[in-house]
Structure formats: structure tokens, C-alpha cells
């Protein structure tokens, strides 16, 4: 494999991440009648950022790697997607790293939240831990039914054979609930809840690693959301050119998006009790659509 095949997707991926996150401001204050910020606002935010340096709060290693951590966790499962006609890292059984390393991305968002003797990132730390309990799960079923379907544990192979059935229009609906509940979109940010626990985990950091902490969540939700437009989109574009493919995954990725950002513009956000209780009725439906799955269905 060449080396451009991996630099040119991970390229892609932090540099469309931040300017994806601006867009979506601008939509999000137009849905609520304001102006909103330039698109570009989020780049000029976290280069200001990423050019500061941090004041440390603590001497523990595990706060000062946690960003890292993170950032390199979103983007090593950015690599393990289809981009087009190009899979950087194609190899079977990649959906389970990529349910790993997805996970490492919170992981050291908790981790960081406990790094400290704070309240606000102590109960940031422990809301992502219960939401993550309870949404690992339905995300891991939604792509195993996937898996089941199209008979491979390989991410760029499933979208490419899988064929119309009652669980594989369910396993979607299971995805895009995992990817916004995943992704921290309102009304499921409780673990970042700015105007209740000061961002909770995030709340001590400051300068280059709080810019490189945000610009890693970006990735993880451009990640999420393109894991769930290639799995839209692959599926009705079988025989087309990889650059025509990779413009409609775009193309998908930024519908979803839009859409995402106007729900969060009508919502509030939910306690993280009933936050669990969603995902757990989700998980319990999830598995029930599982064992249609299993049948053949």
C-alpha cells in the first residue's frame, strides 16, 4: 500500500472535521434566527488554540496525553473506512478495531475527566462513562447485524453486499441513533453540558491541548458520520467510478449532518438518567432486531 493512500484520507478527515463543525454552526443559528459565525470560525478558534500554550492544572501524565490519545484514536478510525474506491486500511475483521479505537476517543475523555481532584470533570468523566455503557453496545449490534448480512467483518466489504431486508433497513435506523447519541449531539451532551458542569471533563484545559481535545471530538463525529453515510450510499452505488462514489458519501455525510444540527437546534438537553434509559430500550430493541437478523430476515 502506498503511503499517500493513508495521508491523503487522514488529511481529509482533520482538515474537513473543523470546517463540518463551523458549517454546522452557521445552519444551527439560522434554524434559531441569529447570524452565527463565519464557517471558518472553528478553524480560527482552534488554530488560536493550538498556538497557546496550555496551563497545566496538574503534573499527571495521563492529562497531558489524554488529547493525544484521543486525536490519534479518531484518527486511526478514520483510516479503517471506505473513501471512495480507496480503504487505507482494509483488512478483515477491521470492525472490530474500529469499535476499539472509536471507544479509545472516550476512553481518554474519561480518563482526563478522573486525572484531576475537580467536581465538574469528575462528573463529566462519570456521565461519559455511563454513556458510553450504554451506547457501545447498540453500535456494536447495529454493525454486527450488518456484518451478518453481507457475511464479512470488514468495513469497506459490507456496504458492497447488502442486500434489501427488513434487518438490514432496522440495523440503519440502530446506526444513526449509535451515531448521534455517540457523537454527543444534543440532547445527548450531558458529559459536556457547558451551562451545567463548565464542560465538565474539559473544563481545566486550556490552550494547545484543550484545541487538539476539541479538535479530536470533531474527528470522532466525522467519523461517525461518515461510517453511516457509506453505509447509505455504498449500497445503490455499486459499478460507479471511486471519485463519483467518494463525492456522494460527501455529499450524504453533509445531509446527515444538517439534519443532525437542526434536531440539536429544537432540543434540550436530557439528563444523563434519562439518557441511559433511552439507550437501554434502544439496546433491548437492538437485539431483538439481532435475532430477525439471525433468522435470515
Avoid at 445552519?27 to 488554530?47: C, E, F, H, N, S
Avoid at 483510516?79 to 481518554?108: H, K, W
Avoid at 478522573?114 to 463529566?124: E, V
Wanted: charged share 10%; net charge neutral.
Amino acid at each position: 500500500m502506498a503511503l499517500w493512500e493513508i495521508i491523503v484520507p487522514v488529511s481529509l478527515v482533520l482538515t474537513i472535521a473543523p470546517i463540518l463543525d463551523g458549517m454546522g454552526r452557521k445552519v444551527k443559528a439560522k434554524v434559531q434566527m441569529r447570524q452565527g459565525p463565519p464557517i471558518l470560525q472553528t478553524w480560527y478558534d482552534l488554530t488560536s488554540l493550538l498556538s497557546m500554550e496550555p496551563i497545566l492544572p496538574t503534573d499527571g501524565l495521563s492529562f497531558r496525553l489524554a488529547p493525544y490519545v484521543a486525536l490519534a484514536s479518531a484518527v486511526a478510525a478514520a483510516t479503517v473506512l471506505p473513501y471512495g474506491g480507496l480503504s487505507p486500511l482494509r483488512f478483515s475483521g477491521d470492525f472490530f478495531v474500529f469499535l476499539y479505537v472509536v471507544a479509545m476517543v472516550s476512553i481518554a475523555y474519561i480518563v482526563a475527566g478522573f486525572s484531576l481532584p475537580n467536581t465538574y470533570t469528575n462528573a463529566g468523566a462519570n456521565r461519559e462513562m455511563m454513556m458510553v455503557l450504554s451506547i457501545e453496545p447498540v453500535l456494536g449490534v447495529a454493525i454486527g447485524i450488518l456484518a451478518i448480512n453481507s457475511h464479512s467483518l470488514c468495513l469497506s466489504y459490507m456496504p458492497l453486499h447488502l442486500h434489501a431486508s427488513p434487518s438490514i433497513f432496522l440495523a440503519i435506523g440502530l446506526l444513526a441513533y449509535a451515531v448521534y447519541v455517540e457523537g454527543g449531539f444534543v440532547p445527548f451532551d450531558a458529559a459536556e453540558a457547558e451551562t451545567e458542569i463548565l464542560e465538565g471533563t474539559l473544563c481545566e484545559y486550556s490552550g494547545r491541548l484543550l484545541g487538539v481535545f476539541k479538535w479530536a471530538l470533531m474527528v470522532k463525529r466525522f467519523v461517525l458520520l461518515w461510517l453511516l453515510g457509506s453505509f447509505i450510499v455504498l449500497p445503490l452505488t455499486k459499478g460507479f467510478p471511486g471519485w463519483a462514489v467518494f463525492l456522494l458519501q460527501l455529499t450524504a455525510v453533509l445531509a446527515i449532518y444538517f439534519a443532525v444540527v437542526t434536531v440539536e437546534a429544537h432540543n434540550a438537553r436530557l439528563r444523563i438518567d434519562q439518557a441511559i434509559r433511552m439507550n437501554t430500550k434502544v439496546f433491548l430493541a437492538s437485539l431483538v432486531v439481532l435475532l430477525i437478523a439471525s433468522l435470515g430476515w
